[in-house]
């Protein structure tokens, strides 16, 4: 912000120039200092008043003017806590009311931080917007997904089902890395037929898979399958599960197509307690596996089986093993049953720390993806099928997709204050399609005749676009939003509100490269957008706006304030929108 920063630097000059003046001579008296042009056009925003003076006198009581804070900084204090306190009349809080910030691994819930958060905003008679009471972000997943977990087996070997969580138990497992050691037995002596002739067998660095190191095996032709053959031996023998598949995976490649079988055998016996089916071999790496349904007796060798090869081939990554259960899976019903009992847990703990002093809450945040599997026109819900189940928790997957009725029931069965719950959504603004999904979904949930949700809040994270095509195309999107929102006669709040600002070409412009111009057509959006709500949402549907970044930081103009905390013309702005709403 080029003229932003010159604005600062010239404030320090001029102080001191005024106190040397203010110590000269009386023939000085007439000198005058005419002010740096740089000062001259920042001043205006001198004669604005805090932006809360603005709502003061309004006749909408359900409006409220919001800032997100992180909680932390808000309980220390601070210049942060005094500027939020005198601006706003609403806090919310980016981290400390969410699951993951309270529910700890062992499912032990703490909510001081939350208590704490309370007791600061008490303090200035600032509201707390509460949230999320639900979502798939901001969970804790060790601990929910322990709850899911496979109950323990009655007995070691009670049950074997494919279905269950399986852990495998290897026979032999090795890479070749480390030689011709292997986990559960070693490797012995081929036989006779290889061993008399002279050829040979040997771990090979650069011939495995990927030029790792492998198992390399030649063959002279014209020796049965019984007389080539690689073992690994087992001392003690392995007593065989009965009614349990052995399986053999590997990596494997020959010099001619050719075909290998191997096998279990007893100690002292030439025939097989378990054989696995013939393996059709290439001149290309390919991964095998194969099972072997039935094994019995004591397993004193396995086999490879490779005299017929006639050439040599090569092995990497090879592991025999069978499976047992590590538990007994959940039916859906006790999953679903579990987590109603988590919900009801978090949701009773939460009320009881918020006393009914918060009102206002994000009662499902983000529920949405933006695929349509079905084709039925509305986006489905978020869930583990169109999202990443290794980074976040889906609710709806086990307790089903009108999971929100039992969040919405339990937040009004344990607060003792008269609620107004939201769902929040992003980028409702920009597609229209993911609008009319969500109103078709609250609808859905609101269909059992029992379950009320209040508002609808919406991001923005917007973006002032110096094409003025592109510009003028997303303030109309926003007009047609907001009349969509409105039409739903439900609350309507802005829950995150921002702007950076991009070129023509796309490219983010920084803080530093930010013209006083361009400062200004910032300003006029945030103006427009908060206009734009103020005309087109009712007064009382208008449940309140928060602005999601207070200052700039890391180079992003995106705050009302810079990063030092002076207002910016994105303050003026901001402020002549308020005034829209509230009629001043």
């Known amino acids: 912000m080029k003229d932003m920063k010159n604005y600062k630097s010239i404030l320090f000059t001029i102080s001191a120039l005024a106190m040397l003046t203010a110590c000269a001579e009386n023939n000085l008296a007439d000198f005058k200092v005419e002010k740096p042009e740089d000062i001259a ?10 932006l809360n003076v603005y709502m003061e006198g309004s006749a909408n009581q359900t409006f409220k003017l919001g800032a997100a804070v992180n909680a932390a900084d808000f309980i220390n204090g601070g210049q942060n806590y005094s500027l939020v306190s005198s601006n706003f009349n609403e806090i919310t809080p980016k981290d400390a009311m969410w699951y993951s910030a309270c529910v700890q691994s062992n499912g032990n819930i703490d909510f001081q931080n939350v208590k704490k958060l309370l007791a600061a905003a008490q303090k200035t008679n600032t509201f707390v917007y509460g949230g999320a009471l639900c979502s798939h972000k901001k969970q804790n997943n060790d601990y929910l997904n322990g709850l899911l977990a496979d109950k323990p087996l009655p007995e070691e070997n009670a049950i074997r089902s494919r279905a269950s969580g399986m852990k495998k138990v290897y026979l032999v497992n090795t890479d070749f890395e480390n030689g011709l050691t292997v986990q559960g037995g070693k490797w012995s002596a081929w036989g006779d037929a290889i061993k008399n002739h002279g050829n040979y067998w040997k771990v090979v660095s650069g011939e495995g898979y990927n030029a790792s190191k492998g198992y390399k095996i030649e063959v002279g032709s014209g020796y049965a399958a019984s007389k080539g053959q ?20 590997m990596r494997v490649k020959a010099s001619r197509k050719c075909s290998i079988t191997s096998e279990f055998r007893a100690k002292g016996s030439s025939a097989a307690i378990g054989k696995f089916p013939s393996i059709d071999v290439t001149t290309e790496w390919k991964q095998i596996t194969v099972s072997c349904p039935s094994v019995s007796g004591n397993i004193y060798r396995f086999y490879l089986n490779v005299g017929t090869v006639g050439g040599t081939i090569w092995f990497d990554d090879l592991s025999v093993y069978y499976e047992i259960p590590t538990g007994i899976p959940q039916t859906p019903e006790e999953k679903a ?12 703990g939460m009320m009881e720390a918020c006393g009914g002093t918060v009102t206002n809450w994000n009662v499902l945040d983000e529920p949405l993806a933006t695929v349509d599997a079905n084709g039925d026109g509305y986006y489905d819900l978020c869930s583990a099928s169109n999202g990443d189940a290794e980074t976040y928790f889906y609710w ?65 994270h917007l973006s002032f676009i110096t094409d003025e095509t592109e510009q003028s195309k997303q303030e109309e999107n926003i007009k047609k939003a907001f009349i969509q929102l409105a039409a ?12 950076n600002i991009i070129n023509e070409s796309g490219m983010e412009i920084s803080t530093i490269d930010l013209t006083f111009e361009q400062e200004q ?60 709403i509230s009629g001043r």
């Not at 056009?41 to 805090?50: A, R, V």
């Open 41 to 50: 056009k920042y001043e205006y925003l001198n004669e604005y008043s805090t």
């Open 521 to 580: 057509k910032m300003a006029d959006f945030y103006t427009f957008v908060l206009s734009a709500y103020a005309e087109l949402i009712p007064a009382a549907q208008q449940g309140g706006i928060t602005q999601w970044t207070i200052a700039d930081s890391n180079n992003v103009p995106n705050g009302l304030w810079s990063d030092d905390y002076i207002r910016k013309p994105a303050y003026a702005g901001f402020a002549e929108g308020l005034k829209t």
């Open 337 to 348: 049953d579990t987590l109603t009992w988590a919900m009801d847990n978090w949701l009773n």
């Open 488 to 499: 739903t006669g439900k609350l309507i709040r802005i829950s995150g509100l921002d702007m």
């Open 230 to 249: 690689t073992v690994v031996e087992f001392s003690p023998e392995i007593a065989a599960v009965e009614n349990t598949t052995y399986y053999l995976t």
């Open 396 to 460: 709806g997957d086990y307790l089903g997709e009108n999971y929100p009725r039992l969040v919405v029931e339990l937040a009004r069965k344990y607060s003792s204050a008269d609620l107004k719950l939201y769902v929040n959504e992003t980028n409702l603004i920009t597609d229209i399609d993911k609008l009319k999904s969500l109103v078709h979904w609250i609808g859905q949930w609101e269909n059992d005749g029992k379950t009320v949700i209040d508002g609808i809040a919406t991001t923005m």
